[in-house]
């Protein structure tokens, strides 16, 4: 008999994870409960098995439930889920990239091994994510027996489970943040120093692709030490001071940026050439 599965949250990625463990018969879905019900109702739409809920005792006793809500309200769902449904045996787990499965503490006092997987992706486009979900990544940890469950069901759908520190997990979707979010920032940065320099922001988008595409691609192709070029990685401190003195005349705030980038990459050209002995 296929093992029952309720979804409590319904965002985009409950959804995705919900229509894909359908989808592949990994578990059977059996409520869907959100804040209201025309919200459970799509999620039900969208993930094409279930019933929608909107209370917590109107869930029915599962093998696994997911909690896909937002990480402020994780442990107040993991509490009224524990109080409402008998865990004893079945595995609950969240989804949050920054908080360890340690958040659910109440559903672990009631008997139930707990867990957390973190997929590694964007959800804009819940559906787009569904239809390509092959090859997504999925930072996993928690209880060894609710890991044993799960990540089998995981693979079938396409994933690649990756273990995790617990004590990290905080560092762990920091990486994501470096990876993407402080990408873009650092991008931007050098979009402004070119028109700074008197060039149309769309010219400088094309001057600094090859640079930050070709310089991603080595990180990935070689590691970030054997990528690292420019005045640090020479040794070059006087360019160095000298820019820095040049940005944060300009522009103070970027001024920091670039002070506060000096030492990490210092350390960085170190590690691209060891010292001699």
């Not at 592949?24 to 804040?35: K, P």
């Not at 599962?62 to 896909?68: K, Q, R, S």
């Not at 908080?99 to 959800?123: C, E, K, N, T």
């Not at 996993?140 to 890991?147: P, S």
């Amino acid at each position: 008999m296929t093992p029952g599965f309720n979804l409590i949250g319904a965002g985009n990625v409950g959804r995705v994870l919900g229509r894909l463990f359908a989808r592949h018969g990994c578990f059977n879905i059996q409520q869907v409960l959100t804040r209201s019900m025309a919200s459970a109702r799509d999620g039900v739409a969208f993930i094409g098995a279930g019933d929608a809920v909107e209370r917590y005792d109107q869930l029915q006793p599962a093998a696994v439930h997911v909690l896909a809500v937002g990480d402020d309200q994780i442990a107040d769902a993991c509490a009224a889920l524990a109080s409402a449904v008998p865990l004893a045996g079945s595995v609950v787990f969240h989804c949050s990239g920054a908080l360890a499965s340690d958040r659910l503490q109440s559903a672990r006092d009631a008997g139930a091994l707990v867990a957390s997987v973190h997929p590694i992706r964007s959800f804009a486009d819940p559906s787009v994510v569904a239809a390509h979900f092959e090859g997504t990544f999925c930072g996993i940890e928690g209880d060894a027996g609710a890991l044993a469950r799960l990540t089998p069901a995981l693979t079938a759908i396409g994933a690649r489970p990756v273990p995790i520190e617990a004590s990290a997990k905080t560092v762990y979707h920091a990486a994501a943040v470096f990876a993407s979010n402080y990408l873009v920032t650092v991008l931007d940065a050098a979009l402004r120093c070119y028109q700074a320099a008197g060039i149309p922001e769309p010219v400088a988008r094309q001057m600094a692709q090859p640079l930050a595409s070709e310089s991603m691609a080595n990180v990935f192709r070689l590691g970030a030490a054997a990528a690292l070029s420019g005045p640090i990685a020479r040794g070059d401190m006087a360019t160095v001071e000298r820019q820095q003195r040049a940005v944060a005349g300009w522009d103070a705030e970027t001024g920091e940026l670039y002070q506060a980038l000096v030492a990490p990459t210092a350390g960085l050209a170190r590690r691209k050439t060891p010292p001699r002995p």
